[in-house]
């Protein structure tokens, strides 16, 4: 059982740069998600998706952009990288109403 | 808006000895609430759950945590603690289908 897939697990990108964060699930669930972790202040979501073809901003959405690609997918690209989006970014899914998250490994981006 | 405080950035604890980990949320709806472990380079992983019912919720590898609704706290709690729970913890709420995560308490348990 997969659970949820990120890839990559690193990148290193420079200043102005582009790419996109994949992720996967393959437990048909509904809700899908895209936090940021930066040492001493927790997980901050960035986006959500509760359904296909629905995306919300959270609380730190400026510089990011989401797709909801089909139930399974969803992914986070980075337009224009800035050393502050240095961060571990992890996906996570969610099933029916209520129920907890289901974390990927997560990703390491460093933007020098 | 919602948050959540974990008033301990990091709690140091010899082996065997009892734990309490912190978390208080702030809300005037009801709220859902998790405790998450994070081994280093790793994922979180669910360790309990509190939605709705005993205000006293068991989780895996020996946790419990207890729901005070007063005093809006979620402290997790260990009797015993092994070596082997060296981790981060995070408390989160869940409100209007977002999570909100705490800041994160490292556990340190020394032998």
């Known amino acids: 059982n997969a659970g949820v897939t990120q890839t990559p697990k690193f990148q290193v990108l420079k200043t102005g740069q582009s790419m996109t964060l994949q992720c996967a699930q393959d437990?048909?669930?509904?809700?899908m998600y895209w936090y940021r972790q930066d040492p001493g202040m927790g997980l901050r979501l960035i986006y959500y998706?509760?359904?296909?073809?629905?995306?919300d901003k959270g609380e730190v959405p400026n510089g990011y952009n989401v797709s909801r690609l089909n139930k399974r997918e969803f992914s986070l690209r980075l337009e224009s990288a800035a050393p502050s989006q240095t961060s571990v970014y992890f996906c996570?899914?969610?099933?029916?109403?209520?129920?907890?998250?289901?974390f990927g490994n997560g990703t390491r981006l460093t933007v020098t | 808006a919602q948050s959540v405080t974990q008033l301990d950035s990091q709690v140091p604890v010899f082996e065997e000895a009892p734990v309490e980990l912190r978390c208080n949320y702030s809300?005037?709806?009801?709220?859902?609430l998790f405790w998450y472990v994070q081994y280093p380079n790793q994922g979180l992983q669910l360790l309990l759950k509190?939605?709705?019912?005993?205000?006293l919720v068991k989780g895996i590898n020996g946790f419990e945590a207890e729901f005070n609704k007063s005093q809006t706290s979620f402290h997790l709690r260990k009797p015993s603690v092994h070596i082997s729970d060296t981790a981060e913890y995070f408390c989160?709420?869940?409100?209007?289908?977002?999570?909100?995560f705490g800041s994160g308490t490292k556990l340190n348990v020394k032998p």
């Open positions: 996570a899914s969610s099933g029916q109403v209520n129920s907890p998250l289901h």
């Open positions: 437990m048909n669930h509904n809700s």
């Open positions: 998706s509760a359904s296909e073809g629905t995306t």
């Open positions: 809300s005037s709806v009801s709220v859902y």
């Open positions: 509190y939605l709705s019912g005993s205000t």
């Open positions: 989160a709420a869940l409100n209007f289908n977002k999570f909100y």
